[in-house]
């Protein structure tokens, strides 16, 4: 029978080989989009499970970079039962690099405070220092441009230890090179935190986070609670994205068919009308949708918001801080008169403390919303690979009539042909996912040998063999009508319509 197959399909060559190939087209498809996802989940989970400790953050701050608090909060928050060690971060972003502009892969300038950075237990960067290629950073670099890189930077400016890279119109001298292996976190320049602050024009009384460390007799998440109740009544402006901001910005002047700031967060929150003005309207629908499949954590920009100070380099001065003396009651009062936030944080609470399976499950969101734009995306090429079996198989099928009626009239039974046609398909089928996922994990392959330092796919094995054993289940479907069909017919009826 198996014989019997192949020799049909090789007598068709160009019909099969048209088949073959839109299956294979399809699997390939599948194979390299679903990597996308698949990489994603492993970056995450890899980057993530090398970051023990939490990260106090600026309520509704997708990230670092665009959170600010006050400096001050570090000392009381290592005043936390179970809290051992508390580190200050600043992040900026790079927009120069030996006169280059730097916009994809993103390079940030890490500021780092030195002292508390040597003594945590888990230094990400710290224990990355690649063998002979200088030290991290040692409080004698305090006040200094001596600066730790990650290797891509390094190789992608051709700079090695001594040298000096210029960032940002600044000189800094390289004394260490660092590789974590991550596209997350090979993206930084790390200097001494002070050293950032004036290069940036950073508000000297605020920094982006506090990395902590717990002595691991409580789990994280009750450190979490515990900090976030510390600072319970405190006033700390949430983070507003310039999204927000934009179409905030198109109610200005007070028009009737405008959008003010008010009415923004009120449709945040799902409530308010539509304004009339077409582009507020559009800004301000495509806001409420990245809020609904972000979970309120849209990506942002650096524009100020209301009532914030702008530097000179057009950075922001930060959200407006009052002192931890102020009063409880007053700062609640002041909270509930002001504008709802566009977050679900508690308004409260002014400390969004996230550990690493939280910054895990934020992003496996995204990859979950990924993952259905790619079945879309599959599903289309999967329709029209089934189609293109049917069709060589009820052609072929057709062709066969008279081929059909004899083998029935010398006693092939209904079941033998349909598995003949079946079987037939089943090859096509085999063939086109073995293909298909042999090429897409080439292709997988020289995407992240050329571009290291910008994408991370992964074909896994797992993958591999779906897609073989999706692509047959495909063969098999698309050669059932066809056989079905032949199946039914007489075989002098078979004869007689040849």
């Known amino acids: 029978m198996l014989k019997f197959a192949l020799r ?12 073959l190939l839109g299956l294979t087209v399809a699997i390939l498809g599948m194979v390299g989009l679903f990597s996308v996802a698949v990489g994603l989940d492993q970056l995450i989970s890899s980057t993530f499970n090398r970051i023990p400790g939490l990260l106090a953050m600026q309520p ?13 909060w570090g000392e009381e928050i290592a005043e936390v039962p179970g809290v051992t060690r508390v580190s200050p971060e600043i992040w900026q972003r790079v927009n120069v690099i030996d006169s280059k502009m730097t916009i994809s892969p993103p390079r940030f300038l890490f500021g780092a405070d030195i002292p508390s950075r040597l003594v945590l237990d888990s230094g990400i960067y710290r224990d990355e220092i690649l063998p002979g290629l200088g030290r991290f950073l040692e409080p004698s670099d305090a006040g200094t441009l001596n600066t730790v890189i990650s290797r891509q930077i390094a190789e992608e400016f051709n700079k090695t230890v001594g040298d000096t890279l210029q960032v940002n119109g600044y000189d800094l001298t390289i004394v260490g090179i660092y590789h974590c292996g991550s596209i997350l976190l090979d993206v930084a320049i790390i200097l001494d935190i002070d050293v950032v602050r004036q290069m940036t024009r950073f508000e000297e009384n605020s920094v982006c986070a506090f990395y902590i460390e717990s002595d691991g007799a409580v789990d994280d998440e009750e450190i979490a609670v515990r900090v976030r109740e510390k600072f319970r009544g405190r006033e700390l402006k949430p983070f507003r994205s310039s999204l927000a901001m934009m179409a905030a910005s198109q109610g200005a002047g007070g028009s009737a068919g405008g959008l003010n700031w008010e009415n923004m967060e009120a449709l945040a929150e799902g409530s308010g009308s539509l304004p009339e003005n077409p582009v507020a309207r559009f800004m301000t629908v495509l806001f409420r949708s990245l809020q609904l499949l972000a979970g309120d954590q849209a990506a942002g920009g650096e524009l100020p918001m209301p009532g914030e100070a702008v530097e000179e380099d057009g950075s922001t001065a930060g959200a407006a801080v009052t002192s931890p003396g102020k009063n409880e009651e007053s700062a609640v009062a002041r909270a509930a008169a002001a504008p709802a936030s566009i977050t679900d944080q508690d308004p409260e609470l002014p400390l969004e403390v996230r550990t690493a399976s ?3 499950e934020r992003f496996d969101r995204l990859s979950d919303d990924l993952d259905i734009f790619l079945t879309i ?6 329709v029209i690979a089934v189609l293109s079996i049917i069709n060589t198989m009820l052609m072929s099928v057709t062709e066969r009539i008279i081929e059909f009626g004899i083998l ?3 006693g092939w039974t209904r079941v033998d042909v349909l598995k003949l046609v079946t079987l037939e398909s089943a090859l096509i089928g085999f063939a086109g996912g073995l293909l298909g996922s042999s090429l897409g994990k080439v292709a997988t ?4 040998s050329n571009w290291p330092t910008r994408v991370s796919l992964y074909a896994s094995p797992g993958l591999l063999l779906f897609g073989v054993g999706f692509s047959l289940m495909l063969g098999v479907a698309g050669g059932l009508y066809p056989a079905m069909w032949a199946m039914r017919m007489m075989p002098m009826d078979a004869i007689r319509r040849g």
């Open 8 to 19: 049909n399909l090789l007598s068709r060559p160009t019909r099969t080989l048209l088949s």
């Open 358 to 360: 939280e910054w895990a």
């Open 377 to 382: 995306m599959t599903g289309i090429g999967v």
């Open 445 to 448: 392959w020289i995407i992240n």
């Open 60 to 72: 509704g701050a997708p990230i670092p970079l665009f959170s600010r608090i006050p400096t001050a």
């Open 408 to 410: 029935k009239a010398n």
